[in-house]
């Protein structure tokens, strides 16, 4: 079946999303090119101190000539959506300059509409966009495919490895090449961390802590022993619990303490004693410490950023890193108190921020789609004429409904 009778049929779901998102946020199917974004002289300041510029030769070297040879393009852009490098034939870079694609442009979904370099930095996973799935029709000539790239230390995104072609892009085998272009580039950057002599950072003996708590019933718990070994462990729900507990007070806490927090009913002592035992076993000795108890490990949480982010006046960053309710089903009350001041907080910042983009993502997530106050709002700064003023009225009759 063909790519443009798959999309009169109907829109993958995460496309259908990003066409929201880009309506949201004011880009017109009609506009022609991406915005460049970046001065000569910014561009090159940029690529000079970006971690990629040390990969960039290796990936024109294992993908740039392939992509050449079937006259497409390779981009490699930043965490932002900047585009730092494009290499291509110069018949086909020509072609690309008609649709802004070109170093210094940005294209992130916000400003370029849906396309796959946008949408992998915002779903931070790899993506592929064929022809008509594209937001601007100046686009839907062409094809893309493009994956992450994340700092090897630190998880963090640090950019996204695109090609972008005609319709021999559109094959399986494309995808498998930028993805195993990237994790190449991966690869090389941890290399150059172990043979790079230096301090480790962390906690005194060197082991670093991610827990990732958000939209989860289980927290994802990943350790670094400082010595190149990580392992990832999927807690139980009490042991995610006792962990948020713990990660929020970096002084520790008392076992009566820790109790008060983790259960709604008293009496439950013994209890708390034998999950720390299990929880112990499970991590070891080394990392979870007693009297009072506390992480003996350096500690970053998905949640923490959120906090971070918001502290920034960054909140948009808040709103990518915000994968949902902090443990959405856990009813311990300090987990339930530090859920509700995250949302508080996320929420009182879109409310003030009069961004009906960030407001929509809002809405349109499974928490944020009954929140009548911020339908409310995104309605009062949505115009009149935007394609999302139907859906939102629509949202807020419904809720009218709903609640009588």
């Known amino acids: 079946m063909s790519t443009d009778l798959m999309t009169r049929r109907g829109m993958r779901a995460e496309v259908a999303e990003s066409w929201q998102r880009s309506a949201a946020a004011g880009v017109s199917t009609d506009r022609v090119d991406a915005p460049v974004i970046l001065a000569t002289d910014e561009l090159r300041d940029l690529r000079e101190a970006h971690p990629l510029a040390r990969v960039f030769p290796l990936l024109d070297d294992v993908l740039g000539q392939a992509v050449r040879d079937c006259d497409a393009m390779m981009a490699i852009s930043d965490a932002a959506g900047h585009l730092l490098w494009v290499c291509g034939t110069p018949a086909t870079l020509r072609e690309a300059e008609k649709i802004g694609f070109v170093e210094g442009s940005n294209w ?83 290399r150059e961390v172990l043979t790079t002599p230096g301090p480790r950072t962390g906690s005194p003996h060197g082991v670093r802590v991610l827990l990732e708590s958000l939209g989860r019933t289980e927290s994802l718990l990943t350790v670094d022993d400082g010595r190149g070994q990580v392992r990832t462990v999927r807690l139980t729900p009490r042991h995610s619990e006792i962990l ?48 009072p108890y506390r992480l003996a490990a350096g500690l970053t949480g998905d949640w923490l950023a959120v906090e971070a982010q918001l502290a920034a006046g960054d909140l ?26 995250l949302e508080g907080s996320l929420r009182h910042a879109l409310l ?36 999302l003023r139907p859906l939102v009225d629509g949202q807020i009759a419904r809720l009218d409904r709903e609640l009588l």
């Open 316 to 341: 948009r960053a808040a709103m990518r890193t915000y994968c949902g309710p902090l443990l959405p089903r856990s009813t311990a009350p300090g987990v339930v108190r530090l859920r509700d001041e």
């Open 108 to 190: 992130d979904e916000r400003l370029a509409g849906t396309n796959a370099p946008g949408l992998a930095l915002a779903l931070d996973q790899p993506v592929t966009i064929t022809r008509a799935e594209h937001f601007r029709a100046s686009v839907q000539p062409w094809s893309c495919a493009a994956t992450p790239i994340h700092d090897p230390r630190t998880a963090q995104l640090l950019g996204v490895l695109d090609v972008t072609g005609g319709d021999r892009v559109v094959v399986p085998q494309t995808m498998a090449m930028v993805r195993a272009a990237a994790r190449l580039a991966e690869a090389e950057l941890a």
């Open 244 to 291: 948020l507990l713990l990660a929020a007070a970096p002084r520790g806490l008392s076992g009566d303490e820790l109790a008060v927090l983790l259960y709604e009913d008293d009496g439950a002592s013994s209890t708390l004693r034998a999950e720390l035992n299990r929880l112990r076993h499970l991590l070891g000795e080394e990392l979870l410490a007693s009297r």
């Open 352 to 387: 003030a921020s009069r961004e009906p983009d960030l407001m929509s993502a809002w809405t349109r997530s499974a928490w944020g789609r009954d929140d009548y106050d911020m339908w409310q709002a995104q309605r009062a700064v949505v115009a009149p004429t935007s394609p």
